[in-house]
């Protein structure tokens, strides 16, 4: 009877599992956090632009911006759900660079490995870089660097080691290399539009067309990162 007993409660936890596979099966985003699910949704849609006018002092900026990118960007950095940022991380190939810059924030701020933030800066970097490359307007890219000082320096200020390894070219060039690597496994598609339309172009913020994006990323990035292989 007892015997009988263990057996009927095993074949229900059997089933019970069973269940649950196939719910996560036929429904992949059941485990994931609310925050995620947002970040996907508004990933997902269209590249759309607003036009933001501010005014400091006797500056006038005028910004072009994702209409989501607010919203994006503050679940990127402020999110405590742990499933964020390793989804980024699958994913990062898909979208805009300027979002891999608050990956890499996110990363300090969760104190992961100071090596492990670089590779994502560097990606962001490059991949930001090559886009402006493709404005045809080179004013486009002093966008860079502000990004740099809005969001790399305080990324590098988070971690107490950061000046000695950014002392340390070998290191730095090792960083490099794994992210040319994945670069080169993870085709470049997303839009310039970010950055040629960022209110720092000042003759036109059109991009070349788009049939000419690939190679001239290619030719940048071979450029860019020459000085590795020397």
Not at 32 to 44: F, G, I, N, P, Y
Not at 87 to 92: E, F, G, N, P, Y
Not at 111 to 119: G, S
Request: hydrophobic share 40%; with cysteine; net charge neutral.
């Amino acid at each position: 009877m007892l015997k009988a007993f263990i057996g009927i409660v095993c074949l229900c936890l059997v089933v019970l599992a069973g269940i649950q596979i196939f719910r996560h099966v036929s429904n992949p985003s059941a485990g994931e956090s609310a925050d995620l699910r947002k970040l996907k949704e508004l990933l997902q849609h269209p590249y759309r632009t607003e036009t933001k006018i501010t005014q400091a002092g006797n500056i006038t900026s005028i910004n072009t911006v994702d209409v989501h990118e607010e919203e994006i960007i503050n679940l990127i950095v402020k999110s405590r759900q742990r499933d964020i940022t390793p989804w980024l991380q699958q994913h990062a190939a898909q979208y805009c660079p300027k979002y891999l810059y608050f990956l890499a924030y996110r990363m300090a701020i969760q104190k992961a490995p100071i090596q492990d933030t670089l590779f994502w800066v560097f990606l962001a970097q490059m991949r930001a870089a090559a886009d402006a490359a493709l404005c045809k307007d080179p004013a486009a890219g002093q966008y860079l660097v502000l990004l740099n000082m809005e969001i790399v320096y305080p990324t590098l200020h988070a971690y107490a080691k950061a000046e000695t390894l950014m002392n340390d070219p070998e290191q730095l060039k090792q960083i490099m290399k794994k992210v040319v690597a994945w670069d080169e496994q993870h085709p470049q598609t997303n839009s310039p539009d970010w950055i040629c339309k960022s209110g720092h172009a000042v003759s036109t913020s059109e991009a070349y067309p788009q049939n000419e994006w690939e190679q001239r990323r290619r030719d940048f990035k071979r450029e860019y990162t020459a000085s590795l292989y020397k």
